[in-house]
């Protein structure tokens, strides 16, 4: 028997999936030109020389704005007590005085010359009166001596001009002056002590919260360093 079906022409038929023709992919990212990366990278570069430059520059504003303050662990003094004698001619010059000053940024830089003027005329070693400004009040830079130009924190007697019981003086020079005087009178030649273990524990005593040898290692620290020719101690 003759087969009569003839399928319907407008049959529908599916277009082809996943497993027939491939759908078309989609269209790949344009990648950047080699000159744009280079151009970026250039850039970026700036910017972080730009950000370095800033932090290294606040760095060293603040390193000259605050003044240093003295360390005391680089020498260890290796003399005998008889070494550090105060009645002796200068171990230091003027001019080694003022970089010394001008490296702290005391308030008394520039009067190196009176410092040790004052020295020779009262026979007392200069780098001595500048260790015990270094430990008194780091230079001029701490305590009541910002007040009253004092080198040492002298204590005021009756009568004298003071500031929160110590002497007060107008200028750094007379400070430097009084300094000079009361060792050069009292401790040397009233007293007869002329070396740092026998004038520090009278100066500075321990009833009054001192650290004697503490400010006696200070001072001998200090003159070593100095008698070296270095200006950090």
């Known amino acids: 028997m003759q087969n009569t079906y003839y399928p319907d022409p407008n049959t529908y038929y599916p277009e082809p999936g996943p497993y027939g023709r491939p759908f078309p992919k989609p269209p790949r990212a344009k990648k950047p030109s080699f000159l744009f990366i280079i151009i970026t990278m250039f850039l970026g570069s700036l910017a972080l020389c730009a950000v ?27 003399h005998p007590k008889e070494y550090y004698n105060l009645t002796i001619k200068p171990s230091i010059t003027a001019d080694f005085i003022d970089s010394v000053l ?49 080198l040492g924190n002298i204590r005021a007697a009756d009568g004298q001009p003071e500031y929160k019981g110590y002497r007060r003086y107008a200028t750094w020079e007379e400070g430097f002056e009084d300094w ?34 503490a400010y006696i290692r200070v001072v001998k620290q200090a003159i070593d360093t100095w008698r070296q020719g270095d200006i950090e101690v």
């Open 102 to 150: 001008d490296n702290y940024a005391s308030p008394a830089k520039g009067k190196g010359q009176k410092l040790y003027d004052y020295g020779l005329k009262y026979g007392i070693d200069p780098a001595y009166a500048l260790a015990f400004f270094l430990e008194e009040s780091n230079f001029g830079t701490a305590g009541v001596a910002t007040v009253t130009h004092s």
């Open 180 to 213: 000079y005087r009361l060792i050069s009178k009292q401790y040397v030649q009233k007293w007869g002590l002329h070396t740092v273990d026998q004038i520090v524990p009278i100066y500075a005593p321990s009833e009054d919260n001192n650290n004697v040898d």
């Open 52 to 78: 370095v430059a800033l932090c290294i520059g606040i760095f060293l504003a603040q390193e000259n704005s605050t003044p240093r303050k003295a360390k005391t662990q680089k020498v260890t003094p290796l």
